[in-house]
């Protein structure tokens, strides 16, 4: 054992460094994502969320700095990433819209443009039912939309960045709820 750990210092050294590195960068990062959310009062499922991508990209940032470090050959590596990515290039590119609204429900919590309460409208000619809307939770995925008369809309994240949307203050709408002009 004692041979294996003076073999390898250098290695272990350096492993452990990252793991270190990781962990201070991680929990840096989730503070600062919690202070952002508590800042901008917004919803905690959505606070997690977001710290757990963030999580997520630096353990795999790790896992390639620890192949780095352990000397794995760069052309067997370039092979089976080149295969991985191949296939995960062709799964994404069948299932692009998950990854797009993905990104923008990360991008929806750091822009904060409207939170959950809001009351909004949604300019979308495509968009069968017109009108404003109740922000009731956004997801990772989607947003859920409240219309007056009880009827719940899921409407994808990355639509929401896509088309123009009005935040309605309160002094905005009558006591019927319908739109003051």
């Given at each position: 054992m004692e041979d294996v750990i003076f073999s390898y210092k250098n290695e272990l050294l350096a492993s452990l460094i990252t793991l270190v590195?990781?962990?201070?960068?991680r929990f840096i990062t989730y503070k600062a994502v919690r202070k952002v959310g508590s800042i901008s009062d917004l919803n905690e499922a959505r606070i997690r969320l977001v710290s757990k991508y963030i999580s997520f990209g630096y353990w795999v940032l790790a896992v390639l700095a620890l192949i780095l470090i352990w000397g794995v050959n760069i052309k067997e590596l370039g092979l089976i990433l080149s295969s991985v990515f191949a296939v995960i290039g062709v799964a994404l590119f069948a299932q692009w819209s998950i990854l797009s609204n993905v990104t923008a429900g990360i991008?929806?919590?750091?822009s904060f443009p409207f939170k959950i309460?809001?009351?909004?409208?949604?300019?979308?000619k495509d968009l069968e039912t017109s009108g404003t809307y109740l922000i009731e939770d956004i997801k990772a995925y989607h947003i859920h939309l409240r219309r007056e008369n009880g009827?719940?809309?899921?409407?994808?994240?990355?639509?929401?960045?896509?088309?123009?949307v009005c935040v309605i203050a309160d002094e905005d709408i009558d006591n019927d709820g319908s739109d003051a002009i």
């Open positions: 590195v990781v962990l201070i960068l991008i929806l919590f750091f309460g809001d009351r909004i409208q949604i300019m979308d009827e719940l809309l899921t409407y994808p994240n990355n639509l929401m960045l896509q088309k123009a």
